[in-house]
């Protein structure tokens, strides 16, 4: 299996900008986290789906973010419009049920720059 | 809401010296992970532990789950330049509901050869 896989890699964006971040989780796999990273907060939970229902959005920071899951394999996270404070990496991951006893597989990110 | 704390921040070390960090929190879990985050991946499990004073081993790295389930330390034994990254702890309550598995801040390891 590729692994769960994200893109793009690098995003750099003015801000205001529309900006769509793009999952691939594990096939098989029926939840899909979305985390975000910075120096300050660490890893975040933003949002997870399980078999491509939002389950708990309570980590999504503000209405100017969204996420989507319109099949099993694959979500967008959607930031619009953008601000320089949205700068962060930000991490797709996936599991099944029984398989988060190991913890969730991560991709390797989307680093955003909003500038 | 739940929190864990890890530590030390950041570490620098000479190549061949041991290592050890640890994660404490005021809530009990009855998983605890380790991960490695190498530069520009994501994060990769380590060590998985499921039972409390449970020791488990993964080649030089040793992990412990805390008998009170409310802490855990990571262990490098001899380290190599290769052990540079960030080691996260995790953990999680599973068997309730996903999306539960919270993250430390990292431990950041340098190793000068």
């Known amino acids: 299996d590729a692994g769960v896989i994200q893109s793009p890699r690098h995003e750099v964006t003015e801000m205001g900008q529309e900006v769509t971040l793009r999952c691939k989780p594990i096939?098989?796999?029926?939840?899909l986290f979305w985390y975000r990273q910075t120096m300050m907060r660490g890893l975040e939970l933003l949002i997870y789906?399980?078999?491509?229902?939002?389950?708990?959005d309570s980590g999504m920071p503000e209405d100017r973010f969204s996420a989507k899951m319109p099949n099993a394999s694959f979500s967008t996270l959607k930031i619009q419009p953008s601000e320089p404070r949205d700068s962060a990496v930000y991490f797709c991951?996936?599991?099944?049920?029984?398989?988060?006893?190991?913890?969730?597989?991560f991709g390797s990110g989307t680093r955003l720059t909003v500038v | 809401g739940q929190q864990l704390n890890q530590s030390p921040q950041s570490m620098f070390i000479q190549e061949g010296e041991d290592v050890s960090m640890n994660c404490t929190s005021s809530?009990?879990?009855?998983?605890w992970l380790w991960y490695k985050q190498d530069p520009g991946e994501g994060p990769v499990l380590l060590i998985a532990?499921?039972?409390?004073?449970e020791l488990t081993s993964n080649g030089r790295l040793t992990a412990q789950f805390g008998i009170t389930r409310k802490d855990s330390f990571l262990n490098i034994s001899a380290s190599i330049p290769s052990d540079v990254g960030i080691y996260f702890c995790?953990?999680?309550?599973?068997?309730?509901?996903?999306?539960?598995?919270?993250f430390g801040k990292g431990t950041k390891l340098s190793v000068k050869p």
């Open positions: 991951a996936s599991s099944t049920r029984q398989g988060a006893m190991n913890g969730y597989t």
């Open positions: 096939s098989g796999h029926d939840y």
């Open positions: 789906f399980n078999n491509n229902v939002p389950i708990d």
């Open positions: 809530s009990i879990f009855n998983t």
């Open positions: 532990l499921y039972k409390a004073g």
């Open positions: 995790a953990a999680m309550n599973y068997g309730g509901s996903q999306g539960n598995l919270i």
